[in-house]
T-cell receptor, first 112, second 111 residues
Framework: SQQGEEDPQALSIQEGENATMNCSYKTSINNLQWYRQNSGRGLVHLILIRSNEREKHSGRLRVTLDTSKKSSSLLITASRAADTASYFCATDAGGSARQLTFGSGTQLTVLP | NAGVTQTPKFQVLKTGQSMTLQCAQD?????MYWYRQDPGMGLRLIYYSASEGTTDKGEVPNGYNVSRLNKREFSLRLESAAPSQTSVYFCASSESGDTQYFGPGTRLTVL
């Protein structure tokens, strides 16, 4: 079963606008990660936020985590056409192998 | 460094045929993973290997077997392919367990 569920499923914005994607999950987590997938390619790690953190920044990315609501959001500021991709949240519940459970993703299209 | 490599990139099988998907990583990571991705969905874990010599089932292991050949290599075998196994397969590796590094994927079609 998918632990994380992203919202919206698809998002289309103009270049320069901000894009916000949300992720909800069901069980306690050790950390939550966001990955990006360009069409036909593998996933690339973007950012990780631990369960004791509330907000994290990396370049144009801002991630928030609300463990009481079991939700996270990814904000991409000043979007570019090159940001067009699918974005997935993944939760790590801990354990020996640190398995990740992925959501179904948000397809972001940035129009030039 | 090549990172995580997978072979083949594409494969077409007939129902009942067998094949092995190969994965190798050159980052000296302990943990390796096999996922499948179906259209419009996220990745689902098939099998994982926390360290050399160990393997464990993930969310969707039925119809698959794995071998952790050594620290670098982790293969996925389909003994008798079925159309329901048509998917894109990704291998990943991780050292600390935090960040996973993914290969480019194998697109498998079972007719």
């Amino acid at each position: 079963s998918q632990q994380g569920e992203e919202d919206p499923q698809a998002l289309s914005i103009q270049e320069g606008e901000n894009a916000t994607m949300n992720c909800s999950y069901k069980t306690s987590i050790n950390n939550l990660q966001w990955y990006r997938q360009n069409s036909g390619r593998g996933l690339v790690h973007l950012i990780l936020i631990r369960s004791n953190e509330r907000e994290k920044h990396s370049g144009r990315l801002r991630v928030t985590l609300d463990t009481s609501k079991k939700s996270s959001s990814l904000l991409i500021t000043a979007s570019r056409a090159a940001d067009t991709a699918s974005y997935f949240c993944a939760t790590d519940a801990g354990g020996s192998a640190r398995q990740l459970t992925f959501g179904s993703g948000t397809q972001l299209t940035v129009l030039p | 460094n090549a990172g995580v490599t997978q072979t083949p990139k594409f494969q077409v099988l007939k129902t009942g045929q067998s094949m092995t998907l190969q994965c190798a990583q050159d980052m000296n990571h302990n943990s390796m993973y096999w996922y499948r991705q179906d259209p419009g969905m996220g990745l689902r874990l098939i099998y994982y290997s926390a360290s050399e010599g160990t393997t464990d089932k993930g969310e969707v292991p039925n119809g698959y077997n794995v071998s952790r050949l050594n620290k670098r290599e982790f293969s996925l075998r389909l003994e008798s392919a079925a159309p329901s196994q048509t998917s894109v397969y990704f291998c990943a590796s991780s050292e600390s367990g935090d960040t996973q590094y993914f290969g480019p994927g194998t697109r498998l079609t079972v007719l």
